[in-house]
């Protein structure tokens, strides 16, 4: 059995039921997808995502990534995404896992390396695609086996996590992955912008608000946002805005007039019209469908 084939095999066996789910070691989830899948919109925390069988797509903005067993995807930042999967069936699965990434990690270990990464690059898109290589193949297998010997992970799941994340550092991309744990990179400076619109996402802002909480221009914050997310700062708010309402909308059962209350629109019939033009339909009928299919609301 070859390497590739291995880590399927043990997420084949970790994960049984169709669905995407987590694993008795926190970070770590995994996915058996039966079918292609229709697109689903999901608040994407940092993490990295491999395809051991089956294929995959995430689409960020206008930009499109495609990833298979033979590379992986790393997402660095918190970024409201659109996931399919392509390639799938009951005979051959779709097999992934994800495994969410611990940026006070990535900081200890760019401390401990030669760390050659300037502040003042311009950062690149949060999402991130590279070859599977076999160090990090390998270090992935043994971080499931470990699923197999629970009295162990407590102790030897923080070392292979950490390992993967030196691998991670060590890899094509290195550089951009690096930024994160800059303070004064221009991609932290983003993130701080990201994480004040996710805190206040329900009230009005102005863009010299968000570059002030970022300590940038506006005009060096719109260019530099739109490189990392592939939005605007006020796109990037309407995404979240959305995605909170049909979280609500399913989760609590509120009407649609209340949940676009709760997240800051004043008008109902913009929030149906932008609501429709991101899920494809609106907002109660887009409910009674992930209602009926609850698998095409749930996020891969």
Request: with cysteine; aromatic share 6%; charged share 25%.
């Given at each position: 059995?070859?390497?590739?084939?291995?880590?399927?095999?043990?997420?084949?066996?970790?994960?049984?039921m169709?669905?995407?789910?987590?694993?008795?070691?926190?970070?770590?989830?995994?996915?058996?997808?039966?079918?292609?899948?229709?697109?689903?919109?999901?608040?994407?925390?940092?993490?990295?995502c491999?395809?051991?069988?089956g294929?995959?797509?995430?689409?960020?903005?206008?930009?499109?990534?495609?990833?298979?067993?033979?590379?992986?995807?790393?997402?660095?930042?918190?970024?409201?995404?659109?996931?399919?999967?392509?390639?799938?069936?009951?005979?051959?699965?779709?097999?992934?896992?994800?495994l969410?990434?611990?940026?006070?990690?990535?900081?200890?270990?760019?401390?401990?390396?030669?760390?050659?990464?300037?502040?003042?690059?311009?950062?690149?898109?949060?999402?991130?695609?590279?070859?599977l290589?076999?160090?990090?193949?390998?270090?992935?297998i043994?971080?499931?086996?470990?699923?197999?010997?629970?009295?162990?992970?407590?102790?030897?799941?923080?070392?292979?996590?950490?390992?993967?994340?030196?691998?991670?550092?060590?890899?094509?991309?290195?550089?951009?992955?690096?930024?994160?744990a800059?303070?004064?990179?221009?991609?932290?400076?983003?993130?701080?912008?990201?994480?004040?619109?996710?805190?206040?996402?329900?009230?009005?802002?102005?863009?010299?608000?968000?570059?002030?909480?970022?300590?940038?221009?506006?005009?060096?914050?719109?260019?530099?946002?739109?490189?990392?997310?592939?939005?605007?700062?006020?796109?990037?708010?309407?995404?979240?805005?959305?995605?909170?309402?049909?979280?609500?909308?399913?989760?609590?059962?509120?009407?649609?007039?209340?949940?676009?209350?709760?997240?800051?629109?004043?008008?109902?019939?913009?929030?149906?019209?932008?609501?429709?033009?991101?899920?494809?339909?609106?907002?109660?009928?887009?409910?009674?469908?992930?209602r009926?299919?609850?698998?095409?609301?749930?996020?891969?």
């Amino acid at each position: 059995m070859d390497r590739l084939s291995e880590l399927a095999s043990l997420i084949d066996r970790y994960a049984p039921m169709e669905g995407a789910g987590p694993t008795a070691l926190p970070r770590l989830h995994l996915a058996r997808v039966t079918n292609p899948t229709e697109p689903m919109h999901a608040l994407q925390q940092p993490a990295l995502c491999i395809a051991a069988q089956g294929r995959k797509r995430m689409i960020l903005g206008e930009r499109i990534y495609g990833y298979e067993p033979s590379n992986y995807l790393l997402v660095s930042a918190d970024l409201p995404v659109v996931g399919c999967v392509m390639e799938a069936s009951p005979e051959r699965p779709y097999l992934g896992m994800r495994l969410d990434l611990d940026p006070a990690a990535l900081a200890s270990l760019i401390l401990d390396m030669d760390g050659d990464t300037k502040p003042g690059e311009a950062p690149g898109s949060a999402i991130i695609m590279s070859a599977l290589d076999d160090a990090l193949l390998d270090a992935a297998i043994r971080l499931l086996r470990l699923l197999e010997r629970p009295e162990d992970a407590p102790i030897l799941a923080p070392l292979i996590e950490r390992e993967i994340h030196y691998r991670l550092l060590r890899g094509e991309e290195a550089a951009r992955l690096r930024q994160i744990a800059l303070a004064d990179s221009k991609f932290n400076q983003v993130n701080r912008a990201i994480c004040w619109i996710k805190q206040n996402y329900a009230r009005p802002f102005r863009i010299e608000t968000v570059a002030a909480e970022a300590r940038m221009s506006p005009s060096s914050l719109h260019e530099h946002f739109k490189a990392v997310t592939a939005m605007s700062p006020l796109q990037y708010q309407k995404q979240i805005r959305l995605q909170e309402a049909r979280r609500l909308i399913m989760a609590q059962a509120v009407d649609a007039a209340t949940a676009a209350h709760l997240v800051g629109y004043d008008s109902p019939s913009q929030f149906s019209r932008e609501y429709s033009r991101l899920f494809g339909a609106p907002p109660m009928r887009d409910a009674e469908r992930l209602r009926a299919s609850p698998e095409a609301g749930v996020a891969v």
